[in-house]
Nanobody, 115 residues
Framework: QVQLVESGGGLVQAGGSLRLSCAASGSIFGIIASRWYRQAPGKQRELVAAITRVEGTNYADSVKDRFTISRDNAKNTVYLQMNSLKHEDTAVYYC?????????WGQGTQVTVSS
């Protein structure tokens, strides 16, 4: 019942930056956590960053100090600011929002970092 619309993906050179946005609509009451995952070709989907009320923020070691997850409750939007991008960051990035009732996913947005 939660619709997630992602934007901000694209092609950048190594060292560049992108900001991903995930706008939520629908039954979005009772959000427990908002997360960003990514999946590169030939690899498993991995958790990139998460933000929860209880635990704060959490990042994969590979993106720590480069990526920042944030949430704007007024806009029902979660962001992933990605700086100092590396070629290995190339993947499809998925937004995930967990509520007390649902665990919803976006359709994914492609991020490609040229070497």
């Amino acid at each position: 019942q939660v619709q997630l619309v992602e934007s901000g993906g694209g092609l950048v050179q190594a060292g560049g930056s992108l900001r991903l946005s995930c706008a939520a609509s629908g039954s979005i009451f009772g959000i427990i956590a908002s997360r960003w995952y990514r999946q590169a070709p030939g690899k498993q989907r991995e958790l990139v960053a998460a933000i929860t009320r209880v635990e704060g923020t959490n990042y994969a070691d590979s993106v720590k100090d480069r990526f920042t997850i944030s949430r704007d409750n007024a806009k029902n939007t979660v962001y992933l600011q990605m700086n100092s991008l590396k070629h290995e960051d190339t993947a499809v990035y998925y937004c995930n929002v967990q509520t007390i009732s649902y665990n919803s996913w976006g359709q994914g947005t492609q991020v490609t970092v040229s070497s």
